[in-house]
């Protein structure tokens, strides 16, 4: 990727929107199931619960846990369809950045309280099982992109600290503001 100094802050600029709406979607994802189940579900930067403290119907609770990835793969498809029909640079961080945080959520987040790890042992298939298969789709957006783009090994790496770096002020503004 041959890219100007003013582009390459734009990117990483661009990271911190990129997050913030990220979790937000992330989070739209477990709400919708949620609410389209019948549940009045409560909405914040990181959590989603339902209004009652409990689901009308249990097995609410697999659907609601897979929303949340699910709607992470689908903006990461997005961005991926975006990329390849216009090849622009713009649109991957919004790819990227999908990856990094189901990763940084599950490696240091604590694998068993993620939705990936919730999910996979109410369907009785191994914690680490939808977690391995959700990175791995990440993973290969990821590769494709950058094939496409012709980001290399370096260049991603500068990504996934501005990434981490995003994330953490993501989950510093959840911890400070309770929103």
């Known amino acids: ?19 913030y709406f990220s979790y937000l979607f992330h989070e739209f994802g477990h709400w919708i199931v949620g609410e389209i189940f019948g549940n009045d579900m409560i909405y914040s930067l990181n ?14 609770n697999l659907f609601v846990s897979i929303g949340g990835p699910a709607f992470t793969i689908l903006l990461a498809l997005t961005a991926l369809a975006i990329v390849e029909k216009y090849s622009t ?20 987040g604590g694998f068993s309280k993620q939705d990936e790890a919730r999910a996979s042992l109410m ?5 680490y099982t939808i977690g391995i298969i959700v990175l ?7 590769v494709r992109a ?7 090994l370096r260049q ?16 510093l503004t959840y911890e400070i503001t309770g929103l």
Do not use: C
């Open 1 to 19: 990727m041959t890219v100007d100094r003013k582009t390459l802050v734009r990117l990483y600029l661009l990271f911190i929107p990129v997050a």
């Open 47 to 60: 959590y989603v619960w339902p209004k009652e403290g409990r689901y009308i119907n249990e097995g609410h």
């Open 89 to 108: 640079i713009y649109s991957y961080p919004l790819l990227f950045f999908q990856f990094v945080m189901r990763f940084f959520s599950l490696v240091f």
């Open 123 to 127: 369907m009785g298939i191994g914690i």
């Open 136 to 142: 791995l789709i990440l993973f290969l957006f990821i």
């Open 146 to 152: 950058s094939y496409k783009l012709k980001i290399d």
């Open 156 to 171: 991603n790496g500068y990504f996934f600290t501005v990434s981490i770096l995003s994330q953490l002020l993501v989950i």
